[in-house]
Nanobody, 124 residues
């Protein structure tokens, strides 16, 4: 079974930008639903964005217009460009993959493989 490794987290001021990257060990992952989730202390893990095998994307309402998910099949990576960051975006961000489901599910239980997470902290 393959794995996912996130990178690109850090600390920024409100209004700043960060780009998260998720490197997949298996190139077949690009054929499935690949998502970014986040979890803030004391809160449920929520799906932020997902990209399907055919490139379709879905975003949480809270990040629409600010975040962009994309994938690079040649590099086996899924990226999350985060602009106009807000303090409420502070969380641990995880990438995950769900196999053989359509449409891409919103709930964490449907995602079989997870990365270790990368911390994003936005200060006001």
């Amino acid at each position: 079974q393959g794995h996912l490794v996130e990178s690109g987290g850090g600390s920024v001021q409100a209004g700043g930008s960060l780009r998260l990257s998720c490197a997949a060990s298996a190139d077949t992952y690009s054929n499935y639903c690949m998502a970014w989730f986040r979890q803030a202390p004391g809160k449920e893990r929520e799906r932020v964005a997902v990209i399907s095998g055919d490139g379709g994307t879905t975003y949480a309402d809270s990040v629409k217009g600010r975040f962009t998910i994309s994938k690079d099949n040649a590099e086996n990576t899924v990226n999350l460009q985060m602009n106009s960051l807000k303090p409420e975006d502070t969380a641990m961000y995880y990438c995950a993959v769900a196999f053989d489901v359509w449409p891409c599910p919103p709930h964490r239980v449907a995602y079989a493989i997870w990365g270790q997470g990368t911390q994003v902290t936005v200060s006001s």
